[in-house]
């Protein structure tokens, strides 16, 4: 199983920036997929899950309105789309993929089996 995230990169507080993470070696549609981020000193915490088939999404209260996870299942891939960005979304950003977690993990980064290596996000103020 491969997790290839990109899409990274500096950006001015209020721009936008949408991250990939296109899987391989697994069966997509049987996975839940979800974005972590890890800003210096602090421990990886949860940003957005989405479920197997796309119906349901999870979002960590920043993240709420600002961010979308939509997945492509004809790409293998599951997206993270970032608006109206702040400094204090700076950070690596991760995917990960879980085939039987459930719905009071999702939150919980040693749930998932499978991780990405992690793409660079620089908000400037």
């Known amino acids: 199983v491969q997790l290839q995230a990109s899409g990274g990169g500096l950006v001015q507080a209020g721009d936008s920036l949408r991250l990939s993470c296109a899987a391989s070696?697994?069966?997509?549609?049987?996975?839940?997929m979800g974005w972590f981020r890890q800003a210096p000193g602090k421990e990886r915490e949860f940003v957005a899950a989405?479920?197997?088939?796309?119906?349901?999404?999870w979002y960590e209260d920043s993240a709420k309105g600002r961010f979308t996870i939509p997945r492509d299942k004809a790409k293998n891939t599951v997206y993270l789309q970032m608006n109206s960005l702040k400094p204090e979304d700076t950070a690596v950003y991760y995917c990960?993929?879980?085939?039987?977690?459930?719905?009071?993990?999702?939150?919980?980064?040693?749930?998932?089996?499978?991780w990405g290596q992690g793409t660079q996000v620089t908000v400037s103020s």
């Open positions: 990960a993929a879980d085939a039987g977690i459930i719905i009071t993990s999702l939150r919980d980064a040693s749930a998932y089996d499978y």
């Open positions: 989405i479920s197997r088939n796309g119906g349901s999404t």
């Open positions: 070696g697994l069966t997509f549609s049987r996975y839940v």
